[in-house]
């Protein structure tokens, strides 16, 4: 939540890192929280509509006075506080690391030894993209200085500098700072690192990569009113065992859906929805479909769910309106599914409505005069007159929308229609005509217009609809359209006129688009079950593909080419499941491909290098062995993060990846980031392949969406045998020899049995881990 003096609304922001250990031959560890420097790359959750990123709130007069990045690598579980917003201080703005050595010598006299050797990820000061860095060492009142680097955010000094530690007091720490060289104005801070020589005399030496933090921040004028801004954070560190120790659970959740069942296996889905905390329902709903979306059983557990949920209904005006594990899993589902439908039935209106820019506004107490312009001869609008070229706007918008969608039952999902198909025979069953007679209708736009089509017109960038959030104006549009098709969506327009009266001139657009929306439900429910077969194949390969296409500048070089001066060409990019091809049109019969498997690397470059600050590279091996790199210049950082998250993720089980690269090009006779001459050095910065954003199209990872739900259930075990004690009738605790009550007793302790299984295995694990971790701390010993 933001809060402060100009009474912004509530905002909760959960940021949430998850680092993920599989437990292969080949141990990795991918820590999320190592990604792009800065917090506007930090994505966060905002319930219902998914994710947004802190950008939307980036000032550039405020920033975050502390970002606990220490405290981040300590967190074991949830980190929660309030941080003041202060003023900018361009000392206090550093990022980047830098590779240090630090040694004590001989015995009399003393020498304290640091060497510089480089660092990487520096800060960009200057306007050509970079920084010109040299370090400044200081110890017991005495200075040294390195050389500058020109031009470099990854500069490398290897220089040496000495002290006498004999004169110097037990508590005087080594100070390494860097700063940007500047010929007239003051250099620029970049950062520095402090050291404890009295620790360090003990252990005689110390190398590594030190992260730069800021000078000691100075009390601000401003400090305490500007407002706060609280956090919650959750480190996560999931160990992803091998897929045949999931298998069992995977078998056990599969069955409690499957098309076989009696009446009793379902009891294992009615343990999970009685026990989910509603903290973590989300979650849970978007792993379990993602496991059954893998199987092929999706609709048959949405089938199952929706079940459950009209057997605890008895008010069908409450239907699917609260936050069940039934209504996030539906919500999950669509989003994962129906992604690409969304965007060409919102695509064409939601792009007019940002072209155009009309000031739209019904509401008289919220009508500026002012804003809406003249009519003519310096004549300024009367309110009336606006309210009358709004509704009339709104109507124009309205009457688009309900005809596209009308139109899109034609290419509507099969998966969407399915699902759609068992929500309105479920509840046409438990509420029957003719007492009943729109909540089945209700119960399918519920989901459509309020949970999907609706959160998609007010936030279009969260659904990816646009690359930015909406101006003031064109978002009171959307506001307005998404009240409309609400209301819709409630099939009752004399609630919402009662409650807003300046919506009555929407009314006969409203009771129209009722008539259509029933009509094209009606239409959207009767599609053929024999496509079932096909369905469980779309649904693989629309979560599992990670496509994404677009036109975008791209540059292709091999390692004997040079850079020409202008690079770039359109070409039209296209990514699947297993190529990345791209040509100079959309349908052109020529075109170049990368093999996913041959990629090696998907990084950034720095803005230097072409003038751009949304410059991507792409590493890939060719078949003779030698190093190919394709570049991609993006329209946007929007975009940028986008691709580079799409292609990690499509790349996420290659083998043959790069645990370094060059941020910068070779060009000339060395490389512009570190200024190394070897062209085939590995590189002066890490690679991020774990740094990616969460989607809802992510590709499935049924390993780890098996871990997650492992996780979730040890977690509520107890919960849920008791929650079975009680579920369990006196009779049939009683009479046990029954067939009936054996399967159902057999299916929940095959489930406490596996999660039993699995927690072992996760022990062993650890156990191994820590002997590891025993013997590497023996071996430096000796």
């Given at each position: 939540?933001?809060?402060?003096?100009?009474?912004?609304d509530?905002v909760?922001?959960?940021?949430?890192?998850t680092?993920?250990r599989?437990?292969?031959p080949?141990f990795?560890?991918?820590a999320?929280?190592?990604?792009?420097?800065?917090?506007?790359?930090?994505?966060?959750?905002?319930?219902?509509?998914?994710?947004?990123d802190?950008?939307?709130?980036q000032?550039?007069?405020?920033y975050?006075?502390?970002?606990?990045?220490?405290?981040?690598?300590?967190?074991?579980?949830?980190?929660?506080?309030?941080?003041?917003?202060t003023?900018?201080?361009?000392?206090?703005?550093?990022?980047g690391?830098?590779?240090?050595?630090i040694?004590?010598l001989?015995d009399?006299?003393r020498?304290?030894?640091?060497?510089?050797?480089?660092a990487?990820?520096?800060?960009?000061?200057?306007r050509?993209?970079?920084?010109?860095p040299?370090?400044?060492?200081r110890?017991?009142?005495?200075?040294?200085?390195?050389?500058v680097?020109?031009?470099?955010?990854y500069?490398?000094?290897?220089?040496s500098?000495?002290?006498?530690?004999?004169?110097?007091?037990l508590?005087?720490?080594?100070?390494?700072?860097?700063?940007?060289?500047?010929?007239?104005?003051?250099?620029?801070?970049l950062?520095?690192?402090?050291?404890?020589?009295?620790?360090?005399?003990?252990?005689?030496?110390?190398?590594?990569?030190?992260?730069?933090v800021?000078?000691k921040?100075?009390?601000?004028?401003?400090?305490g009113t500007l407002?706060?801004?609280?956090?919650?954070?959750?480190?996560?560190?999931?160990?992803?065992?091998?897929?045949?120790?999931?298998?069992?659970?995977?078998?056990?959740?599969?069955?409690s859906?499957?098309?076989?069942?009696?009446?009793n296996?379902?009891?294992l889905?009615?343990?999970?929805?009685?026990?989910?905390?509603?903290?973590?329902?989300?979650?849970?709903?978007?792993?379990?479909?993602?496991?059954?979306l893998?199987?092929?059983?999706?609709?048959e557990f949405?089938?199952?769910?929706?079940?459950?949920?009209?057997?605890k209904?008895?008010?069908?005006?409450?239907?699917?309106?609260?936050?069940?594990?039934?209504?996030?899993?539906?919500?999950?589902?669509?989003?994962?599914a129906?992604?690409?439908?969304?965007?060409?039935?919102?695509?064409?209106?939601?792009n007019?409505?940002?072209?155009?820019k009309?000031?739209v506004?019904?509401?008289?107490?919220?009508?500026?005069?002012?804003?809406?312009?003249?009519t003519g001869?310096?004549?300024?609008?009367?309110?009336?007159?606006v309210?009358?070229?709004s509704?009339?706007?709104?109507?124009?918008?309205?009457s688009?929308l309900?005809?596209?969608?009308?139109?899109?039952?034609?290419?509507c999902?099969?998966?969407l229609?399915?699902?759609?198909?068992q929500?309105?025979q479920?509840v046409n069953?438990?509420?029957?005509e003719?007492?009943?007679?729109?909540?089945k209708?209700?119960?399918?736009?519920?989901?459509?217009?309020l949970r999907?089509?609706?959160?998609?017109?007010?936030?279009?960038?969260?659904?990816?609809?646009?690359?930015?959030?909406?101006d003031?104006?064109?978002?009171?549009t959307?506001l307005?359209?998404?009240?409309?098709?609400?209301?819709?969506?409630?099939?009752?327009?004399?609630?919402?006129?009662s409650?807003?009266?300046?919506?009555?001139?929407?009314q006969?657009?409203?009771?129209?688009?009722?008539?259509?929306l029933?009509?094209?439900?009606?239409?959207?429910?009767?599609?053929?079950?024999?496509?079932?077969?096909?369905?469980?194949q779309?649904?693989?390969?629309?979560?599992?593909?990670?496509?994404k296409e677009?036109?975008?500048?791209?540059?292709r070089?091999?390692?004997?080419?040079?850079?020409m001066?202008?690079?770039?060409?359109?070409y039209y990019?296209?990514?699947?499941?297993?190529?990345?091809?791209y040509?100079?049109?959309?349908?052109?019969?020529?075109?170049?491909?990368?093999?996913?498997?041959?990629?090696r690397?998907?990084?950034?470059?720095?803005?230097?290098?072409?003038?751009?600050?949304?410059?991507?590279?792409?590493?890939?091996?060719?078949?003779?062995?030698?190093v190919e790199?394709l570049?991609?210049d993006?329209?946007?950082?929007?975009?940028?993060?986008?691709?580079?998250?799409a292609l990690?993720?499509?790349?996420?089980?290659?083998?043959?990846t790069?645990?370094s690269?060059?941020?910068?090009?070779?060009k000339g006779?060395?490389?512009?980031?570190?200024?190394?001459?070897?062209?085939?050095d590995?590189?002066?910065?890490?690679?991020?392949?774990?740094?990616?954003l969460?989607?809802?199209?992510?590709?499935?990872?049924?390993?780890l969406?098996?871990?997650?739900?492992?996780?979730?259930?040890?977690?509520?075990?107890?919960?849920?045998?008791?929650?079975?004690?009680?579920m369990?009738?006196?009779?049939?605790?009683?009479?046990?020899?029954?067939?009936?009550?054996?399967?159902?007793?057999?299916?929940?302790?095959?489930?406490f049995?596996?999660?039993?299984?699995?927690?072992?295995?996760?022990?062993?694990?650890?156990?191994?881990?820590r002997?590891k971790?025993?013997?590497?701390?023996?071996?430096?010993?000796?």
């Amino acid at each position: 939540m933001i809060r402060g003096k100009n009474n912004i609304d509530d905002v909760c922001l959960c940021v949430q890192y998850t680092a993920v250990r599989r437990e292969t031959p080949k141990f990795c560890l991918t820590a999320v929280f190592e990604e792009e420097q800065s917090a506007r790359n930090i994505t966060a959750e905002s319930s219902p509509f998914g994710r947004w990123d802190l950008e939307k709130w980036q000032s550039e007069t405020l920033y975050l006075s502390e970002l606990w990045r220490g405290k981040i690598c300590q967190l074991r579980t949830w980190l929660d506080g309030w941080v003041n917003l202060t003023e900018i201080d361009p000392d206090e703005e550093v990022q980047g690391e830098i590779h240090l050595q630090i040694s004590v010598l001989g015995d009399i006299p003393r020498i304290l030894r640091c060497q510089v050797l480089e660092a990487r990820d520096l800060a960009k000061k200057d306007r050509n993209g970079a920084s010109d860095p040299f370090v400044r060492v200081r110890y017991n009142c005495k200075t040294h200085e390195s050389a500058v680097i020109k031009k470099s955010c990854y500069p490398r000094w290897n220089e040496s500098f000495e002290f006498e530690l004999d004169d110097a007091p037990l508590d005087t720490p080594l100070s390494v700072e860097v700063w940007d060289w500047d010929l007239v104005s003051k250099n620029d801070f970049l950062g520095k690192v402090l050291f404890n020589i009295h620790r360090l005399q003990s252990a005689h030496q110390e190398e590594g990569w030190f992260r730069l933090v800021p000078d000691k921040p100075k009390h601000s004028q401003h400090e305490g009113t500007l407002g706060s801004l609280r956090l919650q954070l959750r480190l996560r560190d999931e160990t992803v065992l091998p897929s045949g120790h999931y298998q069992p659970l995977t078998e056990l959740l599969c069955q409690s859906v499957g098309p076989h069942l009696n009446g009793n296996w379902p009891d294992l889905i009615m343990l999970v929805d009685e026990t989910t905390t509603a903290e973590s329902r989300q979650e849970v709903a978007s792993n379990l479909v993602k496991l059954f979306l893998g199987q092929g059983l999706a609709k048959e557990f949405l089938d199952v769910l929706f079940k459950l949920e009209l057997d605890k209904t008895s008010e069908p005006n409450t239907l699917f309106r609260s936050n069940s594990l039934a209504s996030k899993s539906m919500e999950s589902f669509l989003k994962v599914a129906g992604m690409q439908y969304l965007h060409r039935l919102l695509g064409p209106l939601i792009n007019r409505i940002f072209e155009e820019k009309k000031y739209v506004e019904l509401d008289p107490n919220k009508v500026e005069l002012k804003e809406a312009g003249c009519t003519g001869l310096h004549r300024v609008h009367t309110e009336a007159e606006v309210i009358q070229q709004s509704t009339s706007l709104l109507q124009s918008y309205l009457s688009e929308l309900l005809h596209a969608i009308v139109q899109s039952a034609s290419y509507c999902p099969v998966a969407l229609c399915q699902a759609f198909q068992q929500l309105y025979q479920c509840v046409n069953k438990r509420f029957p005509e003719p007492e009943y007679r729109k909540v089945k209708f209700i119960a399918v736009t519920s989901f459509l217009c309020l949970r999907f089509i609706s959160p998609a017109i007010m936030s279009p960038k969260l659904f990816h609809l646009r690359e930015k959030h909406a101006d003031a104006r064109t978002s009171r549009t959307l506001l307005l359209l998404a009240k409309a098709i609400q209301t819709i969506g409630n099939l009752d327009t004399l609630t919402c006129c009662s409650k807003e009266p300046w919506m009555v001139p929407l009314q006969p657009a409203i009771q129209l688009g009722i008539t259509q929306l029933k009509d094209f439900i009606i239409r959207l429910v009767s599609c053929d079950n024999s496509e079932d077969l096909g369905l469980q194949q779309r649904m693989s390969l629309q979560c599992g593909s990670m496509e994404k296409e677009g036109f975008i500048l791209l540059h292709r070089t091999k390692d004997k080419s040079m850079l020409m001066t202008s690079p770039f060409k359109k070409y039209y990019v296209s990514l699947n499941k297993d190529t990345l091809s791209y040509a100079r049109t959309q349908h052109s019969k020529k075109s170049s491909f990368i093999s996913l498997p041959r990629i090696r690397a998907v990084e950034k470059v720095e803005e230097k290098s072409f003038g751009s600050a949304n410059v991507m590279q792409i590493i890939s091996s060719r078949d003779n062995g030698l190093v190919e790199k394709l570049y991609l210049d993006c329209k946007s950082v929007n975009e940028l993060n986008q691709w580079l998250s799409a292609l990690r993720k499509a790349c996420s089980h290659n083998t043959d990846t790069l645990s370094s690269y060059h941020p910068g090009i070779y060009k000339g006779d060395r490389w512009s980031c570190c200024h190394q001459k070897d062209k085939a050095d590995p590189g002066c910065d890490k690679t991020k392949h774990g740094v990616t954003l969460q989607e809802w199209y992510d590709p499935l990872d049924p390993d780890l969406e098996s871990q997650l739900i492992y996780r979730h259930l040890i977690g509520v075990r107890q919960a849920m045998r008791k929650k079975y004690q009680e579920m369990i009738k006196p009779e049939e605790e009683d009479d046990r020899e029954t067939f009936e009550g054996e399967k159902k007793l057999d299916g929940v302790t095959r489930l406490f049995s596996v999660l039993q299984d699995l927690q072992n295995s996760h022990t062993a694990v650890e156990e191994e881990e820590r002997l590891k971790s025993r013997n590497f701390l023996l071996e430096l010993q000796t």
